[in-house]
């Protein structure tokens, strides 16, 4: 059975930081590709960074670009998602999601002064 179980987020002001982490169980997730996906309220879902499987080439959205980064674990079968400089427009649910069929539970993360 996959799970994917997520961990980190919360509140934080405008300029801070915060890390969530995804740990996946069923699957080794260096066989797969990776990605962060967000949904803010009242929206739809964004992609918002990738990391991919072979090469392990890494993408990122243009809206967090230089403010997020993608990592992961091969050992502890983890992917992290480091955010830095968050903004108020962050602000929304984050899934972690293995391929394209499994999802974690999301993560809340509020960002607001």
């Known amino acids: 059975e996959v799970q994917l179980v997520q961990s980190g987020g919360g509140m934080v002001q405008p300029g801070g930081s915060l890390r969530l982490s995804c740990a996946v169980s069923?699957?080794?997730?260096?066989?797969?590709?990776m990605n962060w996906v967000r949904q803010a309220p009242g929206k739809g879902p964004e992609w918002v960074s990738r990391f991919n499987t072979g090469a392990g080439g890494i993408f990122y959205a243009d809206s967090v670009k230089g403010r997020f980064t993608i990592s992961r674990d091969n050992a502890k079968n983890t992917l992290d998602l480091q955010m830095n400089n968050l903004k108020p427009e962050d602000t929304a649910l984050y899934y972690c999601?293995?391929?394209?069929?499994?999802w974690g539970q999301g993560t809340q993360v509020f960002v607001s002064s």
């Open positions: 999601v293995l391929g394209i069929d499994f």
């Open positions: 069923g699957f080794t997730i260096s066989a797969f590709d």
